[in-house]
């Protein structure tokens, strides 16, 4: 995508993002500064803003880096985090986010980033844009800070829906090992899924069924499947991808953003102790600032919706300007790599190679 219309300098020869500016806890003006980061570190990116205007215009206009970069979309709606998905979906037309993400359906932008209500925003997203041919499910998928050589292991579904059956998780490694390979590089990405042990017996019948499609379609699918990997597991270099169910998904990642906030927390406190300890920081402050960066959720914002036709980012609703422009970041990496397309081609084959099988299965049946 690079034309952009009514203003034909912010589009030209730019990836366009359309962003909701509405859907954050902190309002237009941190989306504004946070895509205003992304344009003074990109030249290529332009932006389709959404949401009332006269006040985006207003925010835009402080910010010397986006002249000329940025398409506001009047958008009086507001989605809020309380409002339920069904809700939206009936009396939603007016929003910033409806707004968002039917740039994406007409074509005048490549990916679709919010902040907002995430259940919302999956249901505008699959109701306005579809579902690729093939997909029962679609998935959000995130980066895991780990142990692996990127830096960041691909965790799916973590919330889009709490069901999975062993078809929908065959997908869900389809879906994840296309992402490791367009927004990671990873030629051959290994693939895990999530159980409560290692040893192919445990777990429930639909994870075990699941284990057997993928060992089958590994191969033609181009990933090496590791079998079963644990929580402990996750931030391990044990597997670029760990597969699961929604529920497990989002109550781990949910645990692992606690955690990550209460060690910073304690390390806070253990280092304003005491004088020696207050010395002891001042003398570690390289080190605490790398580990701080390391594992900083602000900048591995962007959870991925995966399996539409279309590239949606879902961006934490806390998101200050940082978080932001992690996820533009994201999109836009995804955008350049032609992910959504690779994608549709990926299951498209997938499911043509499951009925080939099946046919042939009947036939010697």
Sequence with gaps: MTVMSDTAETGAGRTIISVDAMGGDRGPATVVAGISRSAKKNPNIGFILHGPKPQLEKLVARK????????IRDA??????????????????????????????????????????????????????????????????????????QGFNI???VGADIRADEHDLMQYALMGASYARNGMGLKRPR????????????????????????????????FEFVGFVEGGDIPKDVADVIVTDGFTGNIALKTGEGTASLIGSLLK?????????????????????????????????????????GT???????????????????AFKLSQSGFSEKLAARVASAVQVQQDTSTHGEKNG
Excluded at 197 to 206: M, S, Y
Excluded at 317 to 324: H, I, K, L, N
Aim: charged share 25%; net charge positive; hydrophobic share 40%.
């Design 64 to 71: 010397k880096n986006l002249a000329g970069r940025v398409e």
């Design 269 to 309: 406190e253990a280092f304003k102790f005491s004088p020696l300890s207050r010395l002891a920081a001042i003398l570690a402050y390289t080190s605490l600032r790398r580990l701080n960066k390391r594992i900083d959720p602000r900048r591995v914002n962007g959870g991925v919706f995966l399996g539409l036709n």
């Design 76 to 149: 009086e709606g507001v989605v809020t985090m309380d409002d339920k998905p069904s809700q939206v979906i009936r009396t939603g037309k007016s929003t910033s986010m409806w707004s968002a993400i039917e740039s994406v359906r007409n074509g005048d932008a490549d990916v679709c980033v919010s902040c907002g209500n995430t259940g919302a925003l999956m249901m505008l997203s699959v109701v306005r844009l579809r579902k690729l041919p093939g997909v029962n499910r679609p998935a959000i998928a995130v980066l895991w800070p780990s142990r692996s050589a």
């Design 312 to 330: 949606v980012v879902k961006s934490h609703g806390s998101s200050d300007a940082t978080g932001v422009a992690a996820a533009v970041k994201l």
């Design 155 to 157: 965790m799916l579904d």
């Design 191 to 222: 693939i895990g899924l999530l159980n409560v042990g290692t040893e192919e017996h445990k777990g429930r019948a639909e994870l075990k069924a699941a284990h057997e499609l993928i060992t089958e379609n590994a191969e033609a699918a181009k």
